[in-house]
C-alpha cells in the first residue's frame, strides 16, 4: 500500500476539518485499482472473486496500488503512531496478511459497481496489540470514475469482537463439557407440561396423585408433550443410537413399560414445586437392553417460571444394580444347587404363617444314599449329586412355590395356597424328573425321600414342617429296608458266582 503526504486541503479536498474529525480518517487513492480492473475486464475476467482466488497475489498486488493521502489525529492515536511519517514507514506492521481476506470483500464489492463499501477487518498498532476494525468507505463525489478520493472511516471495535470472542468461547466450552460429558445429558422443554398441569390445578384439583390414579391416560399425555432439544454424545452411545435424529424418532422404544410409573411420581413432584428430582428408573436401549440408571431432573436457573429449558441427567447405573441383584442372590441361594438357602426358607416361613395364604403345604425331600457316596467316591461326587438335586427341583417348582436346600441332604418345597391332592401333583413331578435325569447321568442314581404335609389357618408351620418331616423318615426307612433286601440279593448272587 503506498503512501504520500497529504496534499494541502483544496477544491478536491472534503469540505470539513478532516484532522478534527471524531472518528479515526483515511484519505486514500484507488485510482490505480480503478486502472487494474479495466485492464482485467479488457482481458476477459467477469467474476473477480474467482480470479481472486486463483492467485491471492493479485489481491497483494491491488493493496499495493493504494495511496494513503492523509489521516486525521484520531487514527494516529488510534494506531500508536507519533505522526504521519512514522504510521506510513510502519503500515506493514498495522496491514497483516489477515486483513488481505477481507480486502477481497472490498474489491468485489467495487468490482460490482458499488460506490461505497463496508468490511471488518483486523489491523495492529504500532506496539502489536491487536485491533478489530469496522470500516466503512465512501467515494467523494466527482471521484466515482476515477476512484481518486475515498474516505475511508474506521471504528475501533476490538472491546466488542473481544466480548463476542469471550461468550463464542465460553459457549464453546460449555458444548463441551456438555458433549463430552461421562453422564448421558437431555435437554427438554416441559412448558407443555407445565400448562397441562397448571390447567388441572386450574380445574380445582387438590389431590393430584388420586386425579393420577383415576385419570391414568393423563401421565401418557404429559409423556407425549415433552419436547427434547438436544442430547449429548454419551447419551447416543449409552442407547446405542447411530444419531440424533434416530434417537428422537424411537423414543418410544426408550421409555417404555415401567416408565410411566416413575413419570407418574416425577409429575406428582412438579406438582409440589420440586424443581429438581433424582430416582432410578428402568430405560431401553435401541438394541433393546434394560438400563438402569439414576435420573437427576432439573429445571434450570431462570425458566422457573415457564419449565421451557430442562436437564436430565442420566448416570448408567446397570452394573451396579445386576451387583446388588447378584448379592441379593447370594443372600438368599445355595450356590451349589441354586437352590434358595435356609435362611430364604426361614423368612419365607415365617412370613407364610403371618400372612399366608393357606392351605400351606410343606414337602421335606432327603438326598438317598449321600453319605456312602462322599464316603467311597469323595465329596466332589457328592456335590455333583447335589447339583442334580438341585437341577430337578429347579425344574419342578416355579413361583409362587419355592424349593430351598435346608441342609446337607435336605430339601424343603413351601406351596402356599395349596391343598394336599395338589402337592402330591408336585411329588409325582419332582419323581418323574428325577428318572429323566437318571437317564442323563452315568453312575450313581438320583432319588429322593419325600413327606409332605398341609397345615390350615390358625396351625403353626413348625408342626407341619414336623409332620411332613416325618412322613419323610418313614418313606426314608422304607427306601433302606428295600436297598438293604436288594443288597442282600446281590450279595448272595455273587457269592453263588464264586461257588
Known sequence: MESVTPPAVGSDE??????????????????????????????GVTDLAAFLAEDRGRVRECSALIRVLGVNKRTLALFEAADLPD?????????SDEMLENHVDELVQLWSGASEFTSQAVNHTLSGRRLDIQLKAQMLPGHEQDWA?????TEDVTEREDARRRASLSESYARGLFEHSPVSLWVEDFSAVKNLIEGVRDRGVTDFRTFLDVHPEFVTRCMSEIRVIDVNQHTLDLFHAPDKATLLRRLGEVFRDGM???????????????????????????DGDSLHVHMQFSVLPGRERDWTLVQVALTDITARKKAEAYLEYLGKHEVLTRLYNRSFYVDELNRLERMGPYPVTVIIA???????????????????????????????????????????DEFCVLMPATAADEAQAMVDAIEKLTEINNQFYAGNRLSFSIGCATGVEGERLEEVVKRADAAMYERKREYYSVEAIDRRRRDAKTDAAHL
Open 14 to 43: 472534503p469540505a470539513f476539518d478532516f484532522d478534527m474529525a471524531p472518528v479515526p480518517l483515511w484519505l486514500e487513492d484507488w485510482s490505480g485499482i480503478s486502472a487494474k480492473f479495466d485492464m482485467w475486464r479488457q482481458a
Open 87 to 95: 504510521l506510513i514507514a510502519n503500515l506493514h506492521k498495522v496491514f
Open 149 to 153: 478520493r475515498i474516505l475511508i472511516a
Open 260 to 286: 410411566e410409573l416413575h413419570f407418574k411420581e416425577q409429575l406428582i413432584d412438579l406438582w409440589m414445586g420440586k424443581l429438581f428430582q433424582q430416582r432410578e428408573v428402568v430405560n431401553y436401549s435401541l
Open 366 to 408: 432327603d438326598l438317598n444314599g449321600l453319605k456312602p457316596i462322599n464316603d467311597e467316591l469323595g465329596h466332589a461326587a457328592g456335590d455333583a449329586m447335589l447339583r442334580r438335586a438341585g437341577e430337578v427341583l429347579n425344574g419342578a417348582v416355579s413361583k409362587p412355590h419355592h424349593a430351598a436346600r435346608i441342609g446337607g
